[in-house]
């Protein structure tokens, strides 16, 4: 090799492993992740967390573990809507539980890898089924976390999509209250406008909620006791007015929501 072409590929070498090409690189895999997930497309997001694992975060290590727990913790809830049910939901969960823990090694009481965590054994817990021990190794982890989040999450968009999820789905006492489950996703999309509001942030600084809020109130309304077509036809209108590319709301909520009887009104 001339003294040129080395001097050339040190110089290479060293700006792919500059602060600003880390970052920008960082924040293109990260739409690329968000995409992914609202398209539903379960083998980008697989290539998605390898192609995060490749590269050199530097001081965004914890962003990087972060989005890599997202990326397998939405492919395996992509992988619910899918028929039939993908056998690696579980290790996808686990996975995504290994990489926020890794975020969390790095930056302590972060709220965004912990509520992500609680997503991620809520999920496992229904996959465990009626193995009693699977759920209770499962509860041993969570437990603290989950009690963590409700005292320290009420201001947080992403922390209240949990947090309602949980109290509308889980079994009495601690879940099955509607109306407490649609106050508190309606704070969430509430924080989130604010949020959009307030100051630009760098794309790998987690920012979703909003949508994510609206579709559970779809959901919500659309299977209570009685459904309410016409609130969670207006939701989930309004979130894929956000996110147009949102398969599960498009192309499987609102159908669902449409064949609901015209007549299902709020009690």
Not at 94 to 113: D, G, K, Q
Request: net charge negative; hydrophobic share 45%.
């Amino acid at each position: 090799m001339s003294l040129i072409a080395l001097v050339l590929a040190i110089s290479t070498l060293e700006s792919t492993h500059s602060p600003c090409l880390r970052q920008t690189r960082l924040a293109e895999l990260v739409v690329q992740v968000r995409s992914a997930d609202y398209r539903g497309d379960r083998a980008a997001l697989a290539r998605l967390d390898a192609m995060l694992a490749d590269l050199e975060s530097g001081e965004l290590a914890e962003y990087r573990d972060y989005w890599r727990g997202f990326a397998r913790w939405r492919r395996a809830l992509n992988g619910f809507n899918e028929s039939p049910t993908p056998g690696d939901l579980a290790s996808d969960l686990e996975l995504a539980v290994a990489h926020f823990r890794a975020s969390l090694e790095r930056r302590p009481e972060w709220i965004e890898a912990k509520l992500a965590m609680v997503g991620c054994w809520g999920s496992l817990i229904f996959l465990a089924g009626e193995d009693a021990d699977k759920k209770k190794a499962i509860l041993a982890d969570a437990v603290p976390t989950m009690r963590w989040l409700g005292a320290n999450g009420r201001d947080n968009p992403r922390a209240l999509w949990i947090l309602g999820g949980m109290e509308f789905s889980a079994p009495p006492p601690y879940g099955g209250d509607v109306v407490k489950a649609a106050a508190t996703m309606r704070r969430g999309i509430e924080l989130s406008w604010r949020e959009a509001a307030g100051p630009a942030s760098p794309a790998w600084v987690p920012a979703w909620g909003g949508p994510e809020n609206l579709m559970n109130l779809a959901y919500m309304y659309s299977h209570v006791g009685t459904p309410d077509r016409s609130a969670a036809l207006a939701y989930a209108e309004g979130a894929v007015t956000a996110v147009p590319e949102w398969h599960y709301v498009r192309d499987v909520l609102l159908p669902q929501i449409e064949a609901l009887p015209a007549a299902a009104a709020a009690r």
